[in-house]
Nanobody, 126 residues
């Protein structure tokens, strides 16, 4: 199993930048496909981005494509989400997720991920 701990959330003004981190436990981080999801109040959890085990492939939701960048450092057992050009609609709790399943660009359902962090709140003020 793997344990996930997100950090880096907070309050940011619209247009600003923020980087989220997700630190993981265990020795097999490089065998996990990693992803970020988010959930706004009263809404379902939605896919944000995912990255392959080696970091060579990634995918994004249309709503964040071009503004957010996912990356990972397998030596540090950490995955990141760089968020630029923030918008108020980006306000949500952001969750890190992991699966040992193979990465593919259409793996975007929360049901396809087995491990979850506790979430970190991101609030974007207008």
């Amino acid at each position: 199993q793997v344990q996930l701990v997100e950090s880096g959330g907070g309050l940011v003004q619209a247009g600003g930048s923020l980087r989220l981190s997700c630190a993981t436990s265990g020795r097999s981080f490089s065998t996990y496909t990693m992803a970020w999801f988010r959930q706004a109040p009263g809404k379902e959890r939605e896919f944000v981005s995912a990255i392959s085990r080696g970091g060579g492939s990634s995918s994004y939701a249309d709503s964040v494509n071009g503004r957010f960048t996912i990356s990972r450092d397998n030596a540090k057992n950490t995955v990141y989400l760089q968020m630029n050009s923030r918008k108020p609609k980006d306000t949500a709790v952001y969750y890190c997720a992991a699966t040992q399943g193979q990465y593919y660009s259409s793996r975007r359902s929360a049901l396809e991920y087995d491990y979850w962090g506790q979430g970190t709140q991101v609030t974007v003020s207008s």
